[in-house]
């Protein structure tokens, strides 16, 4: 087995590369969230290929492991032991992204049930499991914020370039603070990433970036904190309506982003804006000291040039 660990300190994300006659992987390993997402060069539900990343995943101190594959690539990703999370919708442009995700300390159980022949079972896991409860119930919730703020003016938000040093000092600020949502580290290879800093009267200040996938029109969307309080959430809100008006002058098709599945205000705001949710990813984020449930929120901005 061939393998070379393209680290990279600066953006918080290491990429480890296997390959051999039957496997040919990436493996991106973000610090801050304890996450390696799977890049797979080579379908089929090689064994090798799930103790390759099990293996790597314990070694580097991850708890939780996931791939984004088209839809005739599902069943290999669940007969290795993945639980299907949801999906991105046109991250390819005209097809979506499938997710499937392991929470490494459950893989053996997960295993061991698949060898005992549960074919079929991850749909219905999904459906009853704590984390999509939660995320249903944070909905729920930030629905009601919606109706009881319905006809509150939203505050005239400015929007500026943030240069990486900026964004570094306001992340390391954050992470003080116990409040950062991300280190805005990469989530694909080769990543070109775009901060911004969005601010309003009061003394409201939002750190943003995104990053596009230009031949497919996709982009990820983050920001760096979540709102507080009614008055953070009604700017946050504006402040992502102005984030997808510069992405539609982009060209970009759609976005997505995370948010943890407790987080209501968060939530709301992204109702607000047209936001739908998903897919609910199991023990996905870091949050201060604390591991969280995520929910990924996804939207089309405009329709795919023909």
Request: hydrophobic share 45%; net charge positive.
């Amino acid at each position: 087995m061939a393998a070379t660990n393209l680290s990279s300190a600066s953006s918080g994300v290491d990429e480890l590369l296997f390959r051999n006659d039957s496997v040919s992987l990436c493996l991106l390993v973000n610090r801050r969230h304890r996450t390696l997402r799977i890049v797979d060069f080579r379908a089929g539900p090689t064994p090798s290929k799930r103790s390759f990343v099990l293996s790597t995943a314990k070694r580097e101190g991850v708890e939780k492991i996931f791939t984004l594959v088209e839809r005739d690539e599902v069943p290999t990703w669940t007969r290795l032991g993945f639980t299907r999370e949801g999906s991105i919708p046109g991250f390819y442009k005209r097809s979506d992204a499938w997710i499937l995700g392991a929470v490494v300390s459950e893989m053996t159980s997960r295993l061991r049930a698949s060898r005992d022949g549960e074919e079929g079972g991850e749909a219905d896991d999904v459906a009853a499991s704590p984390a999509v409860l939660l995320a249903e119930r944070t909905i729920a919730r930030a629905r009601r914020l919606l109706r009881e703020a319905e006809g509150r003016p939203l505050p005239a938000i400015k929007i500026a370039p943030a240069s990486g040093v900026e964004l570094r000092r306001a992340v390391a600020a954050a992470q003080r603070a116990g409040r950062a949502l991300t280190g805005f580290e990469p989530f694909g290879r080769d990543a070109v990433r775009t901060g911004y800093v969005l601010s309003a009267r009061g003394g409201f200040t939002l750190h943003a970036a995104w990053e596009m996938q230009s031949c497919f029109g996709n982009s990820f969307l983050e920001i760096l904190c979540p709102p507080r309080h009614e008055a953070e959430r009604l700017a946050t809100t504006a402040a992502i309506g102005a984030l997808c008006e510069r992405l539609v002058e982009e060209k970009a098709v759609s976005t997505f982003t995370f948010a943890p599945a407790d987080d209501q205000e968060l939530c709301a705001a992204l109702l607000a804006n047209g936001f739908r949710r998903s897919a609910v990813l199991a023990r996905h984020l870091v949050v201060g000291r604390a591991r969280k449930d995520a929910i990924l929120w996804a939207k089309k901005l405009v329709a795919p040039e023909a």
